[in-house]
């Protein structure tokens, strides 16, 4: 009972506070209609203005409310559909509403703690929403794909174009060093495990370490939810509003409601969809004309000899790009879906199985899965839901990224000329050895290596939820809810790997075959109560109060066992009886303890909201366990309604201050000892490199924000705009220790980073006439980063290639987006370690538009993303090896022209452009592989017909037929010289963002779908 003595005297205070029962009360009654239409609106929620909660309107769209006595205003809402208000006198007992559609989203609610939510039109920090309608306009390979360039102040990218997911989400910039960059997700309540975790490839491509390496295309787990049950993602970005999440929310909170049954008979709802897919953007590859122009680069004798075969005197070029990543193989979904309700109970239930081709051989996904969610209401006090997610996610994601084996296609491919058919089966059913880039086991053949190997990723996952509300007092004036959530979030995944000692890079570590297993299970549990006490005075200058307390308990345990076997037996593909064995055996446990209070108040007709609360987190990964740390908010707002003329329907203006934090890392306090191997056939332990911190606390974000929202001309135009100003003091930051000591660091608190930045929208219908509309809406997102101190020397982030290919550094007074890299920049030309570029967009703005035309709707997303460099590596090897496709062209007087600020590089001479590239590299500056990232991309496109009700008709008990044509990232526009700018070897990473080698090439997908609703 200790651990919540807190929460459960926090709750009696509100339960035992003092009301005075308000006896006389009437009901109200209604029905609530579609504008236009005069359709009746199931599930619309009735409640007096000011109150959290109220009733449901049926599947007639009626209801029946208890208000005061006297004059009261009713309000009626719905997601999607802009909230009415009814002021009824004293003996006024029916409001009827009828309801328009909220075309520009301008409203909806926002969470502004654990059990209490607000308008959003009264909202007091930037609020980001999209609903379900936007969110599967266009399928894509994990739910990020999908809210990708639909948020405000959200860099959502892919870190390849593997299938199955794998993409990283950026909240208002980088705001930590070594700790958690991603966000907080939460689905329905209940937090859930983003992890990205390794399969184990680099057993196979040996990028790094010995059974796993986050340069091994990994997916994040959020590619297990299937988009199509989300009702609305609500992305918390502030400080202010993150405050409610503690010491897990400074990188900001992804809230995710999923479908709800409402009331009437059960409605079924079929979705069939097919699509393809083919390579968006190829490398291209030098064309060699004779064999005198190609031998040069083959690259040793074995080379040579092939070379003189099949040039005779002239080459043949192959296509090996587009053999290898060119299968368009359908990929197919099918969705079915139940919803309704009858009396007491409301339920929502799905199937869905997904199955997507890869574009490479051998490549592709799969998820199926099944979710339920039942709500129901066990007496006139207690209601209950409940929800449970079941799903199978299947992944074969071929290789890519880094490789030291010769295996990895686009790295091996810049190595070797073009001009052997590789792709040709033999009559020993072997495929052609690769003869160039050494003709040895340093070398293979892709086409033969990815039909041999296994490369597989399993994930089962579950996931449920069970939250109880009690209503302890309802009056006309005072409401007292008391409610307990609880939920779990398990997932047990296994990798498997297995590469045969027959191919051709095999011997290069001295043994034949490799075999990998790779097994990780992973639990998260939390638990809350929350206590929300409404009170609803009759008084012309205060609307509402509500005071909220509540508690949560959480545990997140994981556990990863991995084991690498190399010098297999024939026919043996597993790592028992390896001639060599590589194990792993990770565990992590994290407990977190909370409790809560915030205050909201609303004033004036809702012109004036205010809010002010703190969370306090206390967690097993602090040095002190037992100390709460304390994250304080505070927000307002005011709106002025119809200020100056009526062609301004409304200005707020809005201002929150509030800490969130970061905590530290796993083992942060603790680590003492090491294993020290084997001494004399015994154990032993060592004093370990890193020495844990008994003082270690959460990083702490102060983030200040203000803004400007505005609608115009009737809801035709609205503009929102925010300026925040984030600073995060007590950063996780290795500590060099003195060598005398024998260890080697440790982990402190110190130092400061800071982000400024703006983000805009502006929503607006620029045409509506007739059965025509046009809907348009521009998001904008800018910020510059900085270090402004560190206690410790300046040093390279983790998680790159050095100087030579460049990397973050965290150099107080300095940008931390800049990228540090060797140049030429030093006394008299010579080569240092430098500042060279900022791997920051100057910005990233979207352009979203909807035409309509009677039942025919189109939609298009365009995504602009301007300056921002990036290190291509590929381009690098490519130009080593020879094989860029403009490696012949003209080169310039110099490949960098000399600015105010920094000189030209070296002289081209006589040097073709893909020479001149590597001669200057070679001479030690890395500015000419430090490319622009600039890009236009068309991320989304779809076409959708509602086809007439007769059509529905003809398929048996069929009420509704929607056929829609859709296509996902279909043109990118870009001077960038490799398959995509947004792309990252290190998969998700606060820093070093900006690093492309032989990736997973991209892939442009289409899809037919047809919807039948029963």
Same mark, same amino acid.
């Given at each position: 009972?200790?651990?919540?003595?807190?929460?459960?005297?926090?709750?009696?205070?509100?339960?035992?506070?003092?009301?005075?029962?308000?006896?006389?009360?009437?009901?109200?009654?209604?029905?609530?209609?579609?504008?236009?239409?005069?359709?009746?609106?199931?599930?619309?929620?009735?409640?007096?203005?000011?109150?959290?909660?109220?009733?449901?309107?049926?599947?007639?769209?009626?209801?029946?409310?208890?208000?005061?006595?006297?004059?009261?205003?009713?309000?009626?809402?719905?997601?999607?559909?802009?909230?009415?208000?009814?002021?009824?006198?004293?003996?006024?007992?029916?409001?009827?509403?009828?309801?328009?559609?909220?075309?520009?989203?301008l409203?909806?609610?926002?969470?502004?703690?654990?059990?209490?939510?607000?308008?959003?039109?009264?909202?007091?920090?930037?609020?980001?929403?999209?609903?379900?309608?936007?969110?599967?306009?266009?399928?894509?390979?994990?739910?990020?794909?999908?809210?990708?360039?639909?948020?405000?102040?959200?860099?959502?990218?892919?870190?390849?174009?593997?299938?199955?997911?794998?993409?990283?989400?950026?909240?208002?910039?980088?705001?930590?060093?070594?700790?958690?960059?991603?966000?907080?997700?939460?689905?329905?309540?209940?937090?859930?495990?983003n992890?990205?975790?390794?399969?184990?490839?680099?057993?196979?491509?040996?990028?790094?370490?010995?059974?796993?390496?986050?340069?091994?295309?990994?997916?994040?787990?959020l590619?297990?939810?299937?988009?199509?049950?989300?009702?609305?993602?609500?992305?918390?970005?502030?400080?202010?509003?993150?405050?409610?999440?503690?010491?897990?929310?400074?990188?900001?909170?992804?809230?995710?409601?999923?479908?709800?049954g409402?009331?009437?008979?059960?409605r079924?709802?079929?979705?069939?969809?097919?699509g393809?897919?083919?390579?968006?953007?190829?490398?291209? !590859?030098?064309?060699y004309?004779?064999?005198?122009?190609?031998?040069?680069?083959?690259?040793?004798?074995i080379?040579?000899?092939?070379?003189?075969?099949?040039?005779?005197?002239?080459?043949?070029?192959?296509?090996?790009?587009?053999?290898?990543?060119?299968?368009?193989?359908?990929?197919?979904?099918?969705?079915?879906?139940?919803?309704?309700?009858?009396?007491?109970?409301?339920?929502?239930?799905?199937?869905?199985?997904?199955?997507?081709?890869?574009?490479?051989?051998?490549?592709?996904?799969?998820?199926?899965?099944?979710?339920?969610?039942?709500?129901q209401?066990?007496?006139?006090?207690?209601?209950?839901?409940?929800?449970?997610?079941?799903?199978?996610?299947?992944?074969?994601?071929?290789?890519?990224?880094?490789?030291?084996?010769?295996?990895?296609?686009?790295y091996?491919?810049?190595?070797?000329?073009?001009?052997?058919?590789?792709?040709?089966?033999?009559?020993?059913?072997?495929?052609?050895?690769?003869p160039?880039?050494?003709?040895?086991?340093?070398?293979?053949?892709?086409?033969?290596?990815?039909?041999?190997?296994?490369?597989?990723?399993?994930?089962?996952?579950?996931?449920?939820?069970l939250?109880?509300?009690?209503?302890?007092?309802?009056?006309?004036r !005072?409401?007292?809810?008391?409610?307990?959530?609880?939920?779990?979030?398990?997932?047990?995944?296994?990798?498997?790997?297995?590469?045969?000692?027959?191919?051709?890079?095999?011997?290069?570590?001295?043994?034949?075959?490799?075999?990998g297993?790779?097994?990780?299970?992973?639990?998260?549990?939390?638990?809350?109560?929350?206590?929300?006490?409404?009170?609803?005075?009759?008084?012309?200058?205060?609307?509402?109060?509500?005071?909220?307390?509540?508690?949560?308990?959480?545990?997140?345990?994981?556990?990863?066992?991995?084991?690498?076997?190399?010098?297999l037996?024939?026919?043996?593909?597993?790592?028992?009886?390896?001639?060599?064995?590589?194990?792993?055996?990770?565990?992590?446990?994290?407990?977190?303890?909370?409790?809560?209070?915030?205050?909201?108040?609303?004033?004036?007709?809702?012109?004036?909201?205010?809010?002010?609360?703190?969370?306090?987190?206390?967690?097993?990964?602090?040095?002190d366990?037992?100390?709460?740390?304390?994250?304080?908010?505070?927000?307002?707002?005011?709106?002025?309604?119809?200020?100056?003329?009526?062609?301004?329907?409304?200005?707020?203006?809005?201002?929150?201050?509030?800490?969130?934090?970061?905590?530290?890392?796993?083992?942060?306090?603790?680590i003492?000892?090491?294993?020290?191997?084997?001494?004399?056939?015994?154990?032993?332990?060592?004093?370990?490199g890193?020495?844990?911190?008994?003082?270690?606390?959460?990083?702490?974000?102060?983030?200040?924000?203000?803004?400007?929202?505005?609608?115009?001309?009737?809801?035709?135009?609205?503009?929102?705009?925010t $300026?925040?100003?984030?600073r995060?003091?007590?950063?996780?930051?290795?500590?060099p220790?003195?060598?005398?000591?024998?260890?080697?660091?440790?982990?402190?608190?110190?130092?400061?980073?800071?982000?400024?930045?703006?983000?805009?929208?502006?929503?607006l219908?620029?045409?509506?006439?007739?059965?025509?509309?046009?809907?348009?809406?521009?998001?904008?997102?800018?910020?510059?980063?900085?270090?402004?101190?560190?206690?410790?020397?300046?040093?390279?982030?983790?998680?790159?290639?050095?100087?030579?290919?460049?990397?973050?550094?965290?150099?107080?007074n300095?940008?931390s987006?800049?990228?540090?890299?060797?140049?030429?920049?030093?006394?008299?030309?010579?080569?240092?370690?430098?500042?060279?570029?900022?791997?920051?967009?100057?910005?990233?703005?979207?352009?979203?538009?909807?035409?309509?035309?009677?039942?025919?709707?189109?939609?298009?997303?365009v995504?602009?993303?301007?300056?921002g460099?990036?290190?291509?590596?590929?381009?690098?090897?490519?130009?080593?090896?020879?094989?860029?496709?403009?490696?012949?062209?003209?080169?310039?007087a110099?490949?960098?022209?000399?600015?105010?600020?920094?000189?030209?590089?070296?002289?081209?001479?006589?040097?073709?452009?893909?020479?001149?590239?590597?001669?200057?590299?070679?001479?030690g500056?890395?500015?000419?592989?430090?490319?622009?990232?600039?890009?236009?991309?068309?991320?989304e496109?779809?076409?959708?017909?509602?086809?007439?009700?007769?059509?529905?008709?003809?398929?048996?008990?069929?009420?509704?037929?929607?056929?829609?044509?859709?296509?996902?990232?279909?043109?990118?526009?870009?001077?960038?010289?490799?398959?995509?700018?947004e792309?990252?070897?290190?998969?998700?990473?606060?820093?070093? $963002?900006?690093?492309?080698?032989?990736?997973?090439?991209?892939?442009?997908?289409?899809?037919?779908?047809?919807?039948?609703?029963?």
């Open positions: 009972m200790g651990r919540f003595s807190t929460l459960v005297t926090a709750v009696a205070v509100v339960a035992l506070l003092p009301f005075r029962a308000d006896a006389q009360t009437r009901d109200v009654t209604g029905k609530v209609t579609m504008a236009g239409t005069g359709q009746p609106l199931a599930e619309v929620t009735v409640s007096v203005v000011g109150q959290q909660l109220g009733v449901r309107t049926n599947e007639r769209g009626e209801y029946r409310l208890r208000v005061p006595a006297g004059e009261v205003s009713v309000l009626a809402r719905q997601l999607g559909y802009k909230r009415q208000t009814i002021r009824l006198g004293p003996n006024e007992n029916t409001a009827n509403f009828v309801l328009e559609k909220d075309v520009l989203q409203e909806g609610v926002t969470v502004t703690g654990a059990a209490t939510t607000v308008d959003r039109r009264v909202a007091a920090t930037a609020v980001a929403t999209v609903n379900a309608a936007e969110l599967n306009r266009v399928p894509a390979r994990s739910l990020e794909g999908n809210l990708a360039g639909k948020v405000a102040g959200a860099r959502i990218s892919d870190n390849s174009g593997a299938p199955g997911g794998g993409a990283h989400v950026q909240i208002r910039g980088a705001t930590s060093v070594l700790g958690q960059g991603d966000p907080l997700y939460v689905v329905d309540g209940v937090i859930i495990s992890a990205g975790i390794s399969s184990g490839a680099s057993a196979i491509t040996r990028a790094s370490g010995t059974t796993g390496s986050n340069q091994d295309q990994v997916v994040n787990r590619a297990d939810l299937n988009p199509n049950d989300v009702e609305s993602i609500e992305v918390l970005k502030s400080a202010a509003a993150t405050a409610i999440y503690g010491s897990r929310a400074t990188n900001g909170v992804v809230v995710i409601t999923t479908k709800k409402s009331a009437g008979q059960t079924w709802n079929l979705t069939q969809r097919v393809t897919q083919q390579l968006m953007r190829s490398l291209g !590859h030098r064309q004309a004779t064999l005198n122009d190609v031998l040069p680069w083959v690259d040793g004798p080379g040579e000899a092939a070379a003189r075969e099949v040039c005779t005197p002239n080459c043949t070029n192959y296509d090996w790009q587009g053999q290898l990543y060119g299968r368009t193989d359908p990929s197919y979904e099918t969705l079915l879906s139940a919803s309704g309700g009858a009396g007491n109970t409301r339920y929502f239930a799905s199937l869905n199985d997904r199955q997507e081709s890869g574009i490479m051989i051998n490549t592709g996904a799969r998820r199926t899965g099944g979710r339920i969610n039942l709500d209401t066990l007496s006139s006090k207690l209601t209950a839901s409940m929800g449970l997610d079941v799903t199978r996610n299947f992944l074969q994601r071929g290789l890519g990224n880094n490789n030291n084996a010769g295996v990895s296609p686009t091996t491919f810049g190595y070797t000329p073009a001009i052997v058919d590789l792709n040709r089966q033999l009559e020993n059913g072997r495929y052609p050895l690769m160039f880039d050494g003709g040895g086991a340093g070398t293979a053949n892709p086409f033969e290596v990815l039909r041999a190997i296994q490369s597989d990723e399993s994930v089962f996952r579950q996931a449920g939820n939250r109880l509300n009690y209503s302890a007092l309802s009056t006309a !005072h409401s007292v809810q008391v409610s307990t959530l609880m939920g779990y979030d398990r997932f047990q995944q296994e990798g498997v790997q297995y590469s045969p000692n027959f191919l051709q890079f095999e011997p290069a570590d001295g043994f034949l075959g490799t075999a297993q790779n097994n990780v299970s992973s639990l998260q549990t939390n638990a809350g109560m929350n206590a929300v006490w409404t009170w609803t005075p009759a008084t012309s200058w205060l609307t509402s109060l509500t005071t909220s307390v509540g508690g949560t308990y959480e545990r997140q345990k994981q556990e990863i066992y991995r084991i690498r076997g190399r010098g037996l024939p026919t043996r593909r597993i790592a028992a009886g390896a001639q060599d064995i590589a194990t792993e055996d990770n565990r992590t446990e994290f407990r977190d303890q909370s409790y809560y209070v915030n205050e909201q108040a609303l004033l004036f007709d809702e012109k004036l909201a205010l809010n002010a609360g703190f969370r306090a987190d206390r967690s097993s990964a602090n040095g366990r037992e100390r709460f740390y304390l994250f304080p908010k505070y927000s307002g707002s005011y709106r002025f309604v119809k200020p100056l003329t009526d062609k301004i329907d409304e200005i707020k203006v809005r201002g929150a201050w509030g800490q969130s934090g970061n905590r530290p890392r796993f083992g942060d306090r603790d003492l000892y090491a294993d020290g191997g084997l001494i004399g056939g015994q154990n032993s332990l060592v004093s370990a890193l020495l844990g911190n008994t003082g270690i606390k959460p990083e702490v974000m102060n983030e200040l924000e203000f803004g400007l929202d505005a609608a115009f001309l009737k809801s035709r135009v609205a503009i929102e705009f $300026r925040y100003q984030r995060i003091t007590d950063l996780l930051l290795t500590f220790l003195p060598p005398s000591s024998g260890l080697g660091n440790q982990i402190i608190n110190g130092g400061q980073l800071s982000v400024l930045g703006n983000e805009a929208v502006l929503s219908i620029p045409l509506r006439r007739g059965k025509f509309e046009w809907t348009s809406r521009i998001i904008y997102n800018a910020n510059v980063q900085y270090t402004n101190d560190i206690p410790v020397p300046a040093f390279p982030v983790p998680g790159s290639f050095g100087a030579a290919y460049g990397r973050n550094r965290i150099t107080a300095t940008r987006s800049y990228i540090w890299s060797n140049a030429p920049l030093g006394v008299n030309g010579a080569v240092r370690d430098t500042i060279t570029y900022d791997s920051n967009p100057i910005h990233i703005t979207t352009f979203n538009n909807d035409f309509t035309f009677g039942r025919f709707t189109v939609s298009a997303l995504d602009w993303r301007a300056g460099a990036v290190s291509n590596m590929t381009n690098n090897l490519w130009d080593e090896g020879g094989n860029s496709r403009d490696f012949d062209a003209a080169a310039p110099s490949i960098i022209s000399a600015t105010a600020n920094q000189p030209a590089s070296a002289a081209c001479g006589t040097r073709t452009l893909g020479a001149c590239r590597f001669f200057t590299f070679n001479g500056d890395t500015r000419v592989y430090m490319q622009n990232g600039s890009y236009v991309k068309l991320r496109v779809t076409l959708n017909y509602d086809a007439p009700d007769a059509w529905a008709k003809k398929l048996p008990g069929a009420k509704s037929l929607r056929f829609n044509l859709s296509g996902r990232n279909l043109m990118m526009w870009t001077d960038y010289w490799g398959f995509d700018p792309f990252n070897n290190f998969g998700n990473q606060n820093f070093n $963002r900006f690093i492309d080698l032989a990736p997973f090439p991209p892939s442009r997908q289409f899809f037919l779908s047809v919807d039948v609703g029963f």
